[in-house]
């Protein structure tokens, strides 16, 4: 329960919208002191501005039954589902307008005004914080944590880090963004969020100015801040990735841009939690971490796909789709496809997202990997074009350092084209290199900071 971390009053949200102080929050000052009133029940947390979230979020555990944690890139569409599911009765929100979905739930307006005055909170719940699945299509499953089952890779045990400012690309009603909530919150460190429509270069200022020491992110957040002048203003110390495959090239681009950082890749996903992470500077991992029997965290790899049991994993999916979160023997199926080389696993894709050439598999942020190792590349997108005689051909878009192809010249284009294509063809099997390469000035990212994969 959050009441019972007496960090807690050491801890700082910063946003656009406003800097509290949880030292000074009065309990259900922010709801407008009618905290008891959503005593037990099931509410659906749906603000525009993530520090508003963040309030609902320490206020309500220990006090509302379950919490349904909204994305701000949730369609209206699935709200009714989502209410229904939930048994969701009441609504904490910043805005009044609501979608129509919600127009039964009692609504509960969060303020952002907080009171000195202190008043006495009881904690009568094990509160469950539902989040939901990043999937692009579909509507998103709802996964059942505890606060427990969150915070269970965050550490305690060390005294309040005051000199330690977090933040984060990610929004925090998003697992990673909630991660790193949790460190600062239950850690007793001061948090830098995003703004609902903050520009990049904004955020990065903003964070460089309020002396930001600990910063996560995907792999596609990293690679779009180091386009932004802004980012020579950060001094961190402690860089995170998470998300995506950390390929060797973010890595390396990191630890040379940030040179008195440790740069650290982690492995979680909403369902499985935080398994581990790796500081060794490498992309992949040390196959030494599947035979370690007195982790509470145990992995194994069953048919290339990484599937992983700990204290940490979530409980279950809400609804009726039938889905298990486990396997009968309590095993999260990450659906994330690895390959053992040596002494070392490799990420290589996604279950669902391979590639199909003539019968033979390509996992597009295999091939990614290999292109994002040119000098010249910022980002890649692997992706399929059909095709009659093979099912599928493998193409990709290209994005190149600003301060490449300066001339422009069609004979530059086709030379560089040409070397990324030489470098495939030294890393990968054939019928893996791309039949094709477009320039594009930008690729899209999903609302979650992934690339955003049709």
């Given amino acids: 329960m959050l009441e019972t971390v ?62 349904v944690v909204c994305p701000p890139d949730l369609k209206p569409e699935h709200f009714p589902s989502i209410v229904k599911s939930a048994g969701a009765n009441a609504l904490v929100s910043d805005t009044t307008d ?208 990484l599937r992983i049991r700990s204290p940490r994993n979530a409980i279950s999916y809400l609804g009726g789709s039938g889905d298990h979160v486990h396997d009968s023997d309590g095993f999260v199926d990450t659906r994330d496809m690895v390959e053992l080389r040596g002494q070392r696993y490799y990420f290589v894709g996604r279950s669902d997202g391979i590639i199909n050439v003539g019968g033979l598999k390509v996992h597009p942020e295999e091939v990614e990997g290999i292109i994002n190792r040119h000098p010249r590349v910022q980002s890649s997108l692997v992706r399929a074009r059909k095709s009659r005689l093979t099912g599928s051909l493998v193409v990709a878009d290209v994005v190149i350092k600003s301060s490449q192809l300066a001339s422009g010249s069609n004979r530059e284009t086709e030379e560089l084209r040409k070397d990324i294509l030489r470098t495939c063809r030294g890393g990968l099997a054939p019928y893996k290199v791309p039949t094709s390469i477009r320039f594009v000035p930008s690729l899209e990212v999903t609302a979650s900071g992934k690339l955003a994969r049709i």
């Fill in 6 to 67: 007496k960090l807690l009053s050491s801890c700082c949200l910063c946003s656009p919208e406003a800097t509290v102080s949880l030292a000074d929050l009065a309990w259900g000052s922010s709801l407008g002191g009618r905290l008891e009133e959503l005593r037990g029940r099931s509410v659906l947390v749906a603000t525009k501005a993530p520090v508003a979230a963040a309030l609902a979020l320490v206020e309500l555990d220990g006090v509302a039954s379950r919490l």
């Fill in 98 to 305: 609501c979608y129509q979905a919600l127009a039964s739930l009692e609504r509960f307006p969060v303020s952002l005004g907080i009171s000195a005055a202190k008043a006495e909170r009881h904690e009568t719940e094990q509160t469950e914080w539902i989040l939901l699945t990043s999937g692009t299509t579909g509507i998103p499953k709802l996964v059942v944590h505890t606060l427990t089952s969150l915070g269970g890779a965050i550490n305690l045990d060390t005294a309040p880090a005051r000199e330690v400012v977090w933040s984060t690309f990610y929004d925090i009603r998003r697992y990673g963004g909630m991660q790193i909530f949790l460190r600062a919150v239950l850690g007793g460190s001061t948090l830098v969020l995003c703004g609902a429509e903050e520009p990049p270069g904004q955020f990065l200022n903003r964070a460089s100015r309020l002396g930001v020491t600990h910063i996560s992110g995907t792999p596609s957040h990293w690679r779009r801040a180091l386009m932004s002048p802004a980012a020579s203003l950060l001094a961190p110390r402690y860089v995170r990735l998470s998300g995506e495959i950390a390929d060797q090239a973010i890595l390396d681009r990191l630890r040379t841009f940030f040179r008195d950082s440790t740069v650290v890749h982690a492995f979680a996903s909403t369902e499985a939690g935080v398994a581990f992470e790796v500081r060794d500077g490498l992309e992949g991992f040390p196959a030494e971490l599947l035979d370690q029997p007195s982790s509470p965290v145990q992995m194994r790899v069953e048919n290339g796909s």
